[in-house]
């Protein structure tokens, strides 16, 4: 098929979870064989931090404005056999719209933060997506699974809301012996509404235990917080340190932020990424990570700074090897990219079918 996707960033990874979400199905949807196009708006703050100006698979092009893409990409966008848009996409919705109404093929709509866009959407003030535009898309693809799809095709009119979850790549993120110099780190860009648990299940337990070794990694955290002495800080880690940096731990913490928590059935791409590195994953709780790890089992769920603490403390070394391993094995087997190019290659054949039948 001939794929064209419009999304937030694939050459930049800095201070968002796109980049490397779309990396990941790019080169799997390439290695099975379609061609793909990506489009991404050309912004100064991913122009100053391109830590993949020009990815090795498919072809990457950006545009300076929406009539710069229209003028430039107009033939390809009306060609292409399947046209995705992703959420936070500069001028969305006119970017959405355009798409809808020149594209002959499939046409998708990537949430890869579908609470925080329903939410937005309620409040009215979503700047990429309108109610309107839901239904002109063939397919809503959901980071968010569960319920969530079934209230986006009855609320909405979305003709097929579908689950295309965060992945990893098994040829980057794998258990790497380099020593664990430290006791429990985090990777994740800075959300207010992250920061209550981050404190409580890292901050709080490294000022209880001054004798561990903590580390927080990402950018836009204010510089007013004030860290203990033991948790070190880095402010922007690249994809291609990731590995290394989670190999490093003898645990990693999960946060979810509140509207993904209230919505469930949301994994993030961190979450995959440290479990297929092989090590042991501290997170927070909400409805459907079952779904996802076998708790106690694959993972382990905190809700206090004492539940951090004893697993820091108490755990077994044999054990906390294990839960690292066996998560490693379920990610392997359900949540690598090429699970998810075969899912969307699914959903578009029944996207396809679905406007056969109805033009007939």
Request: hydrophobic residues 40%.
């Amino acid at each position: 098929m001939r794929i064209v996707i419009l999304g937030l960033s694939i050459t930049s990874s800095w201070g968002n979870g796109h980049a490397t979400t779309y990396r990941a199905l790019v080169r799997e949807l390439v290695a099975r064989g379609h061609d793909v196009l990506f489009l991404e708006r050309d912004v100064p703050w991913y122009a100053e931090n391109r830590d993949l100006a020009s990815p090795p698979f498919g072809t990457t092009k950006l545009y300076r404005s929406l009539a710069s893409l229209k003028r430039r990409f107009g033939a390809a966008v009306g060609e292409a056999d399947v046209v995705i848009v992703g959420s936070y996409v500069p001028e969305g919705i006119a970017v959405g719209e355009w798409v809808t109404a020149r594209a002959k093929g499939v046409t998708a709509f990537y949430d890869i933060d579908t609470p925080v866009t329903l939410a937005s959407l309620e409040r009215g003030d979503c700047a990429y997506l309108s109610a309107k535009l839901i239904p002109r898309y063939d397919l809503y693809l959901s980071f968010t699974g569960g319920p969530i799809l079934e209230h986006i095709e009855r609320t909405y009119g979305s003709p097929m809301a579908r689950p295309l979850y965060c992945s990893f790549d098994p040829a980057i993120y794998f258990p790497e012996r380099i020593g664990h110099a430290l006791d429990l780190g985090y990777l994740g860009t800075y959300s207010d509404d992250r920061q209550p648990t981050l404190a409580r299940l890292l901050v709080e337990p490294a000022r209880q235990w001054r004798g561990g070794r903590f580390v927080v990694a990402g950018a836009q955290y204010p510089k007013t917080l004030r860290w203990p002495r033991n948790v070190a800080r880095i402010e922007h880690l690249p994809p291609a340190e990731h590995r290394a940096f989670y190999s490093s731990q003898r645990f990693t913490l999960n946060v979810t932020r509140a509207a993904m928590i209230r919505a469930g059935y949301s994994p993030s791409v961190r979450l995959f990424e440290a479990a297929a590195c092989g090590v042991p994953i501290i997170s927070d709780d909400w409805v459907g990570l079952d779904s996802i790890f076998r708790i106690g089992s694959e993972i382990l769920v905190a809700r206090s700074s004492q539940d951090a603490l004893a697993f820091l403390h108490d755990m077994d070394e044999r054990e906390r090897r294990e839960i690292g391993r066996r998560a490693r094995r379920r990610v392997l087997a359900e949540h690598t990219a090429a699970h998810r190019a075969a899912e969307l290659e699914s959903y578009l054949c029944a996207g396809e079918e679905a406007g056969a039948t109805s033009l007939a």
